[in-house]
Nanobody
Framework: QVQLVESGGGLVQAGGSRRLSCTAS????????MGWFRQAPGKERESVAT????????MYTDSVKGRFTISRDNAKNTVYLQMNSLKPDDTAVYYC???????????????WGQGTQVTVSS
């Protein structure tokens, strides 16, 4: 079973950038499709970005397209989320998740980190 730990959250001004990292242990990361999800106060959790095992395929929710980039370094067992042009609406707890299914099966992410808070001030 894989364990996931997120890092990189914090307070950032609108228009700024932040990079989140998710490091896996217990299993090698290339066994899993990976995703970043987020949950804002009072809202349901939503998918932000997902990436296939080898990193050749990605998927983004419309609100972050062109601003966020998901990537992975399987040699380092780490997945990243580069967030640029941040908006107050991006404020949320961001979660890293792993799936043994295809990266675009959003309901199949079974392994989750504890989350990291990102707050974007206006």
């Amino acid at each position: 079973q894989v364990q996931l730990v997120e890092s990189g959250g914090g307070l950032v001004q609108a228009g700024g950038s932040r990079r989140l990292s998710c490091t896996a242990s217990g299993r090698t990361l290339n066994n899993y499709a990976m995703g970043w999800f987020r949950q804002a106060p009072g809202k349901e959790r939503e998918s932000v970005a997902t990436i296939s095992r080898g990193g050749s395929s990605t998927m983004y929710t419309d609100s972050v397209k062109g601003r966020f980039t998901i990537s992975r370094d399987n040699a380092k067992n780490t997945v990243y989320l580069q967030m640029n042009s941040l908006k107050p609406d991006d404020t949320a707890v961001y979660y890293c998740a792993a799936s043994t299914r295809s990266y675009d099966y959003l309901n199949a992410y079974d392994y989750w980190g504890q989350g990291t808070q990102v707050t974007v001030s206006s």
